[in-house]
């Protein structure tokens, strides 16, 4: 998920879902912005027609998990997250890699890719649902309150691509 401040009012679309909504910022004939709204039910219709398309791929990606976006994207963020965000999207779809296991491969501490997962201003697009805590033979485990909104949707993304049978 990400952090940055973003509104739904301000999107150029907003998708509703069943766990929430999805709002998209284009800018300059680029997407700035994928973020997901837990429990704030809305739809705005698109502003313009890169709006309108990130739309219908979001939509598809949520019928069809094995979809990949592709859109022309402003990666905006640090060059430490710009270099997690591409390890990231390189986790294939169904799959998750730990915090630690993401370290060892680009050799930063675990809370490093943390905080590059907190930092993601693209949902589904940088696939940071698949950067986990910890793998047990339940799923990912120690990803905070289970009740919390974000947790819950994150849990929904991994078992709609089909990691978690829970």
């Known amino acids: 998920?990400?952090?940055?401040?973003?509104?739904?009012?301000?999107c150029s679309a907003v998708v509703k879902t069943s766990f929430g909504s999805i709002g998209?910022?284009?800018q300059f004939g680029k997407v700035?912005?994928?973020?997901?709204?837990?429990?704030m039910f809305l739809e705005k219709m698109p502003h313009d027609a890169l709006s309108a398309e990130a739309?219908?791929?979001?939509?598809?990606?949520?019928?069809?998990?094995?979809?990949?976006l592709d859109l022309p994207v402003d990666m905006d963020g640090m060059e430490i997250h710009?270099?997690?965000?591409?390890?990231l999207m390189a986790i294939p779809c169904g799959e998750v890699k730990t915090y630690g296991e993401l370290g060892s491969i680009l050799h930063f501490s675990p809370k490093v890719i943390s905080e590059a997962c907190e930092a993601n201003p693209l949902a589904l697009y940088i696939p940071s649902h698949r950067a986990?805590?910890?793998?047990?033979?339940?799923?990912?485990v120690g990803e905070g309150?289970?009740?919390?909104?974000?947790?819950?949707?994150?849990?929904?993304?991994?078992?709609?691509?089909g990691f978690l049978h829970v």
């Open 1 to 10: 998920m990400n952090n940055k401040v973003l509104l739904p009012e301000t």
């Open 24 to 26: 998209v910022l284009t």
């Open 32 to 39: 700035k912005a994928i973020h997901i709204f837990p429990g």
């Open 55 to 68: 739309v219908r791929q979001i939509q598809h990606y949520l019928a069809k998990p094995g979809m990949r």
């Open 82 to 87: 710009r270099k997690i965000w591409m390890e």
């Open 132 to 140: 986990i805590a910890i793998s047990g033979p339940k799923g990912p």
């Open 145 to 161: 309150d289970p009740s919390h909104p974000l947790v819950r949707i994150k849990y929904w993304l991994l078992k709609h691509e």
